[in-house]
């Protein structure tokens, strides 16, 4: 009796210890799962905010085509497509591309559109969201952003123009010039 006691003894310690590394083993899946969770969520927010994050051009038009038939400056209005997250100007560049030249710009806190510089781009709110922030498109902002062309656009020439923020999708917007230019103002998308 006394062998059988043992071999059962020595069973029940066996028994104990595959229990313990079952649950040591458990313990460290449970903890991966939830380290891989937390990475896959965080992951899913910086994919939703790249992709869902972007504007919507209204409309974009110059200025000055009633003296020579060309324009100079461009406005271009813009507002947060549905669900989209704020747009951080500060984080942007629009680049402006013609057949015979290209620029890069950059944001100036400067609200005033009438003596814009080259290299830079400034934005006046025509229309202030709920939640307002100054330097940002939010949701509710209707945003006039102007700039200079790099040379100047004469009739029935092409344009691209292309916002690139830091978070968020790339928006293009692409044309052709009216083929006659002769009032102030010159409306060139939609």
């Known amino acids: 009796m006394s062998k059988k006691a043992e071999m059962g003894i020595g069973t029940l310690v066996l028994f104990i210890a595959m229990i313990l590394v079952a649950a040591i083993a458990a313990g460290v899946l449970i903890q991966t799962a939830t380290t891989l969770q937390s990475k ?14 972007a504007l919507t051009t209204i409309v974009v038009y110059g200025e000055d085509a009633s003296a020579d038939n060309t324009v100079e400056i461009l406005y271009q209005n813009v507002k947060l497509t549905p669900g989209s997250e704020f747009v951080n100007l500060n984080d942007s560049v629009i680049t402006v591309d013609l057949k015979n030249a290209s620029t890069e710009l950059v944001y100036s806190t400067n609200t005033s559109c009438s003596g814009v510089v080259a290299g830079e ?8 969201g709920s939640e307002h922030r100054a330097g940002y498109v939010v949701t509710g902002d209707v945003v006039q952003m102007c700039y ?15 916002f690139i923020p830091k978070v968020g999708s ?6 052709t010039t009216p083929g006659v230019m002769t009032t102030k103002r010159v409306f060139l998308y939609p």
Request: hydrophobic residues 30%.
């Open 121 to 128: 781009f400034r934005a006046r709110y025509l229309k202030n």
């Open 40 to 53: 896959a969520l965080e992951t899913g927010s910086r994919s939703t905010s790249q992709i869902g994050t």
């Open 170 to 175: 790339v928006m293009t917007v692409q044309g």
């Open 148 to 162: 200079n062309a790099p040379s100047p656009i004469r009739e029935d020439s092409t344009f691209r123009i292309t």
